[in-house]
């Protein structure tokens, strides 16, 4: 009787995830699977072509720059967004309901439109812009900065603007699931505020961690949209991603160079995540 109890259960949460099992098939597995297929067959004729896709995605210029670009990016924008948000959320923990007004405060980027984050990052960064009159005030003179070696730095900023609010929250669920009695039996024995953090915060946070990571690292494929809207199809080298050259292979309806490209970005990201999910596992 207990059997058939539970496999009516298991049977009930079966049509629970249903409807969203079959959206994933409709709208993502089965477009992968097409796109999988496309990458070893030519754009026009649609003929098998083995690996060549492959091999003309890797010895393409444009490719190797958007990749170097890429990881590059996610190199410094994930460290420096895990660290910042972690110390903000810290501070924003110990402030009690002042805490919960900045933290609102913080979510406000990922509420603005893309159209106006655009707009206001040529009114800071344009050549007449914002930032170049501030620092015309000093002598220094006016600076195209998304066609400059700083173009980089600027998507940086913006990439970190976007998403440190989102992570804050993240990483404040997981500080509120630490007991306070930890705390106050770790400083009766003497810890330090430093052992405290080391000891015994960051242990209790392992698993809020490896979702931040998780997201971060998606988030970092989408920040295109602003670097294509304020610079165009052909942007600063140094800020010339991924994305770009899909947009660009796209339009140019290279569909089995993007093909092949998508599949291998889908399993790099893919194997990221699986190697980082077997070192939580093998740390725990």
């Known amino acids: 009787m207990r059997k058939r109890k539970i496999k009516q259960s298991e049977w009930l ?10 959206g994933v098939s409709v709208f993502i597995l089965m477009p ?3 796109v999988i297929k496309r990458s070893f067959i030519g754009a026009m004729n649609e003929v098998f072509v083995g690996i060549s896709n492959y091999q003309m995605v890797l010895k393409n210029t444009a490719f190797k720059l958007a990749a170097t670009n890429t990881i590059w990016f996610m190199l410094v924008c994930i460290p420096l967004l895990l660290i910042l948000s972690l110390l903000l959320s810290q501070f924003l923990f110990r402030q009690g309901k002042i805490g919960n007004y900045l933290k609102m405060a913080y979510l406000v980027p990922m509420a603005i439109p893309v159209a106006s984050v655009v707009l206001l990052w040529r009114i800071l960064f344009h050549r007449q812009g914002f930032l170049n009159g501030f620092i015309n005030i000093f002598g220094i003179e006016a600076i195209d900065w998304m066609n400059s070696e700083y173009a980089f730095g600027v998507l940086v900023f913006s990439y970190i603007w976007k998403n440190v609010g989102y992570n804050i929250v993240l990483w404040l669920a997981g500080l509120s699931g630490i007991s306070t009695s930890i705390y106050e039996a770790a400083r009766v024995d003497g810890a330090t505020e430093r052992k405290i953090f080391f000891r015994i915060t ?15 690292i998606l988030n970092s494929f989408k920040v295109f949209r602003e670097a294509y809207l304020v610079a ?4 600063h080298q140094s800020m010339y991603l991924l994305q770009h050259i899909f947009n660009n292979w796209f339009r140019e309806m290279s569909f089995d160079k993007m093909s092949a490209a998508a599949v291998m970005v889908a399993f790099v990201i893919g194997g990221l995540i699986l190697i980082l999910q077997k070192s939580w596992d093998l740390q725990e």
């Open 202 to 216: 960051l242990p209790n946070l392992k698993a809020t961690m490896y979702t931040i990571i998780v997201l971060s």
């Open 232 to 235: 165009g199809d052909y942007p």
């Open 32 to 34: 992968f699977i097409d």
């Open 13 to 22: 949460g079966l049509l629970f995830i249903l409807p969203s099992l079959i």
